[in-house]
């Protein structure tokens, strides 16, 4: 079974800032995907950025980005020039298999990331 | 832009009633998922669904849950007798063929009293 850490229940930031958001996991698994995903206040959640395990290289996505480190099981988030509208709830996610798309996501526990101005 | 819909937004419902939650994925999208979220805890899985059959369950997701997929559209988790401990946000989610990106819908909050 895997597992997933998020250590940081809320974190702030200023506007304009950068903010890391912790993850770590825990799998038997070689070929896995690993998600963020921001859930906004009484909104859905839409995936923020993916990483493919058997990728080296860091996924990013306009100011987000990853910092995946596959032997410490880590996969963090930073979030550059922080914005008022990145204020949400922040869930790490897993998911095992290699381009299935029917596969469950494990989650973490969530960071709750207010942007201030 | 499609989305996932979900209906209702809030139900209350009293111990020992049955209750269907329901999702309206997105349209070409062949898989599907119902997670909840008990206040304060963490998003956990129920139930994974394609070509009409349960693909995947966890064991939470025991004799009192069913999943249907009627007409082709809407995509249905039913609770035969609720228990105080359902209480949680369902959130629906579908994925297409295409990656893996699992798009969820905004939730139905389940109150059990």
């Known amino acids: 079974a895997q597992t997933v850490t998020q250590s940081q229940p809320e974190m702030s930031v200023q506007e304009a800032e950068t903010v890391t958001l912790s993850c770590t996991y825990d799998?038997?698994?070689?070929?896995?995907?690993l998600f963020w995903y921001k859930q906004p206040p009484s909104r859905q959640m839409i995936l923020v950025i993916r990483?493919?395990?058997?990728?080296?290289q860091n996924a990013t996505e306009n100011r987000f980005s990853v910092n995946f480190q596959k032997a410490a099981k880590s996969f963090s988030l930073k979030i550059s020039d922080s914005q008022l509208g990145d204020t949400a709830m922040y869930f790490c996610?897993?998911?095992?298999?290699?381009?299935?798309?029917?596969?469950?996501?494990?989650f973490g526990g969530g960071t709750r990331l207010m942007v201030k101005p | 832009e499609p989305e996932v819909t979900q209906t209702p937004s809030h139900q209350v419902t009293q111990m020992g009633q049955e209750v269907i939650l329901r999702c309206v994925p997105i349209?070409?999208?062949?898989?599907f998922y119902w997670y909840r979220q008990i206040l304060g805890q963490k998003v956990e899985f129920l139930v994974s669904?394609?070509?009409?059959?349960?693909?995947?369950k966890s064991e939470i997701f025991d004799d009192q849950f069913s999943v249907e997929r009627p007409d082709g559209s809407n995509f249905t988790l039913k609770i035969r007798s609720t228990k105080l401990e359902d209480s949680a946000m369902y959130f629906c989610?579908?994925?297409?063929?295409?990656?893996?990106?699992?798009?969820f819908g905004p939730g139905t909050r389940l109150t059990v009293l």
């Open positions: 996610a897993f998911m095992k298999g290699q381009y299935n798309a029917g596969n469950m996501l494990t």
């Open positions: 799998t038997s698994e070689s070929n896995y995907y």
């Open positions: 990483q493919e395990a058997y990728k080296q």
């Open positions: 349209s070409n999208h062949l898989y």
């Open positions: 669904f394609y070509n009409n059959e349960i693909s995947e």
């Open positions: 989610a579908s994925c297409g063929l295409v990656n893996n990106e699992q798009f």
